[in-house]
């Protein structure tokens, strides 16, 4: 059986409730899920024995500005047993930013998702450590955002005294 | 020959002592090496035997502020890094001077965005800046010559009113 084949029959047995919707877009396997159920199917993705995406390559989200979920996020996660690579995707409402973090599943996700935090301000549930990355700590905004401009916001940066 | 055959034939010399420092301190500037980014590579690269800066008595790239009296900043600067730069420049003891090498440092460059700061002297004296991206070794050269004359019309009562920077103490507990 082809692999894309096995993955959408593994997922839509143990998890049929997921609102699953498989799509291929330039030779990337594309899964789309309900956020609520990121954490126990990146958990079976990663433990089954006939898959193993070990890898988490990366983690981001995408902010669509007007659209009614107005954030995606995307994981890229590998499988170096079968040379595969699977987008991850679940739809986020600014009304309710948050998400289950799946740094439990894939350790190297903990920082990805404070990027993620800094950049977007979607909240990850249960993560460990959830603070900004690369803006200092008591800035305000979310940069990546589409709604922030681009020279940033006058003074919410502090400089040194001349 | 040299200064040694003039000093036997005439035996002293006047000048005001004031002028012999400042050519003594012109001739061996002490440069802070504040390479953030790729400028920083030129810089380097003008310390090299091709370029040589030591030529103009500044081949002494002390990596301590306490010992510098002039700061190379070379690089991009970001709104985080800038109050690191700012404490280095403080830890310099007086008189000190500032170049600003290349577009970044200048200006923001091509950086063009909410994390750089667009142009290091919203935070910082500059004295000399040096265009280019990155500039030229040679450039950072000519820029440290217009500093060397800088500091050669400098007498000592241009020095007399400096006042020491408020420090803040951060106290541990």
Same mark, same amino acid.
């Given at each position: 059986?082809e692999?894309?084949?096995?993955i959408s029959?593994?997922?839509?047995?143990n998890?049929?409730?997921?609102?699953?919707?498989?799509?291929?877009?330039?030779?990337?396997?594309?899964l789309?899920?309900?956020? /609520?159920?990121? =954490?126990?199917?990146?958990?079976f993705?990663?433990?089954?024995?006939?898959?193993e $995406?070990?890898?988490c390559e #990366?983690?981001?989200?995408?902010d669509?500005?007007?659209?009614?979920?107005?954030f995606?996020?995307?994981?890229?996660?590998?499988?170096?047993?079968?040379?595969?690579?699977?987008?991850?995707?679940a739809?986020?409402?600014?009304?309710?930013?948050s998400i289950?973090?799946?740094?439990?599943?894939? /350790?190297?996700? =903990?920082?990805?998702e404070?990027?993620c935090y800094?950049?977007?301000?979607?909240? $990850?549930?249960?993560?460990? #450590?959830?603070?900004?990355i690369?803006?200092?700590?008591?800035?305000?905004?979310h940069p990546?955002?589409?709604d922030?401009?681009l020279?940033?916001?006058?003074?919410?940066?502090?400089?040194?005294k001349? | 020959?040299?200064?040694e055959?003039?000093?036997?034939?005439?035996?002293?010399?006047?000048?005001?002592?004031d002028?012999?420092?400042?050519?003594?301190?012109?001739?061996?500037?002490?440069?802070?090496?504040?390479?953030?980014?790729?400028?920083?590579?030129?810089?380097m690269?003008?310390?090299?035997?091709?370029?040589?800066?030591?030529r103009?008595?500044?081949?002494v790239?002390?990596f301590?502020?306490r010992q510098?009296?002039?700061?190379?900043?070379?690089?991009?600067?970001?709104?985080?890094?800038s109050?690191?730069?700012?404490?280095?420049?403080?830890?310099m003891?007086?008189?000190?001077?500032?170049?600003?090498?290349g577009?970044?440092?200048?200006?923001?460059?091509?950086?063009?965005?909410?994390s750089?700061?667009?142009?290091?002297?919203?935070?910082?004296?500059?004295?000399v800046?040096v265009?280019g991206?990155?500039?030229?070794?040679?450039?950072?050269?000519?820029?440290?010559?217009?500093i060397?004359?800088?500091i050669?019309?400098?007498?000592a009562?241009?020095?007399?009113?400096l006042?020491?920077?408020?420090?803040?103490?951060?106290?541990?507990?």
């Open positions: 059986m692999l894309k084949e096995l029959q593994k997922l839509q047995t998890f049929p409730e997921a609102e699953l919707e498989f799509s291929e877009y330039r030779n990337e396997f594309n789309k899920f309900n956020k /609520k159920f990121v =954490n126990p199917i990146c958990k993705l990663k433990e089954d024995t006939e898959l $995406f070990l890898l #990366d983690m981001t989200a995408v669509w500005a007007k659209r009614k979920n107005r995606t996020v995307v994981y890229h996660i590998f499988s170096i047993k079968h040379n595969f690579r699977l987008v991850l995707k739809d986020v409402d600014e009304s309710d930013c289950d973090t799946v740094s439990s599943v894939w /350790k190297t996700s =903990n920082w990805q404070r990027e800094d950049m977007y301000g979607i909240k $990850f549930n249960n993560h460990p #450590d959830l603070r900004r690369y803006m200092p700590e008591e800035f305000e905004y990546l955002r589409k922030f401009p020279m940033g916001i006058p003074g919410s940066l502090p400089l040194p001349k | 020959m040299g200064l055959a003039k000093l036997n034939s005439d035996g002293f010399l006047v000048t005001q002592l002028a012999v420092v400042a050519w003594a301190r012109k001739n061996s500037v002490y440069p802070m090496p504040m390479g953030i980014s790729c400028c920083a590579i030129e810089m690269a003008s310390a090299d035997p091709k370029y040589d800066i030591a103009f008595g500044s081949e790239m002390r301590t502020p510098c009296d002039l700061m190379i900043v070379a690089g991009t600067v970001t709104y985080k890094m109050h690191v730069v700012r404490k280095i420049y403080e830890q003891p007086d008189p000190k001077w500032v170049i600003a090498m577009a970044c440092t200048s200006t923001g460059g091509m950086y063009r965005s909410y750089v700061v667009q142009g290091i002297d919203q935070f910082l004296p500059v004295d800046y265009a991206c990155p500039p030229r070794p040679d450039n950072l050269l000519n820029a440290l010559i217009q060397q004359n800088k050669g019309r400098t007498r009562r241009d020095f007399q009113n006042k020491l920077p408020e420090l803040n103490v951060i106290q541990n507990n």
